[in-house]
């Protein structure tokens, strides 16, 4: 297609977008896929002006490096009076789990909801420590021991949170014993896709991988049950 001639075409306004941001010249000879391709380059927009919301050109290249990140390749087709699909393909080797997430010292962890058998809510619950196990809880006439995830991801004291604080609790079950990790808020399920981590995380203890959220910030998974056959808990209670 022609750059220059094409008048009524569904793509002229990301023609005509990427003439006036020069990301093409007026005459150059472009296939559909390559015109359509031009939405994934830096500072490309079709809006004549910026808004609080779009024209600024930034969206569709960071969509784009993602994917590559993950190995994988994405296209756009349309039709006029028939809409636009984008389409994502993605390695096989990718896994992807359901997971929860949830908060502890203000950074946000992925759980799979595998090892998840039950939330609960420590204000509703009578928390007693023992001077031999710790931190227990009598959920339903069950002694479950109370962990701190906080102080299990060395990132701060194994306190008792504050009578006016939210204590929730993320239960898991061990070698037939269940037990409790206590954290700051439990945020909502995400399914997420495993990236494995770099050599300087590699190793640590509780650590699987890594994932990138749905509003694009990066979490580290965690394997609960890791942290508790390094000897974080006696499961013989």
Do not use: W
């Not at 965690?222 to 808990?233: E, M, S």
Request: glycine share 10%.
């Amino acid at each position: 297609m022609n750059a220059k001639n094409l008048k009524s075409c569904s793509i002229k306004n990301t023609l005509s977008g990427a003439i006036s941001k020069g990301l093409i010249n007026e005459n150059q000879e472009l296939s559909e896929d390559e015109i359509f391709s031009l939405i994934f380059k830096s500072g490309f927009s079709t809006r004549e002006s910026v808004s609080t919301v779009s024209g600024r050109g930034v969206g569709m290249d960071v969509v784009q490096t993602a994917v590559k990140e993950l190995k994988g390749s994405i296209k756009i087709k349309s039709k006029i009076g028939q809409g636009t699909s984008f389409i994502i393909s993605l390695p096989l080797s990718l896994s992807i789990i359901q997971g929860m997430k949830i908060l502890v010292d203000e950074s946000i962890y992925i759980i799979p909801l595998s090892q998840l058998i039950e939330t609960v809510n420590f204000e509703k619950q009578s928390v007693e420590t023992s001077t031999q196990h710790g931190r227990m809880i009598n959920l339903r006439g069950e002694v479950i021991p109370v962990m701190s995830l906080s102080t299990l991801l060395q990132r701060g004291p194994n306190k008792m949170k504050k009578s006016n604080m939210a204590m929730k609790g993320i239960i898991t079950i061990f070698q037939g014993v269940k037990v409790s990790f206590e954290v700051d808020e439990i945020i909502g399920q995400q399914e997420v896709v495993i990236k494995k981590l770099g050599k300087e995380m590699e190793g640590i203890p509780g650590v699987f991988g890594g994932a990138i959220l749905g509003d694009g910030q990066p979490g580290l998974l965690l394997n609960l049950h890791d942290f508790l056959d390094h000897g974080g808990i006696d499961v013989a209670i």
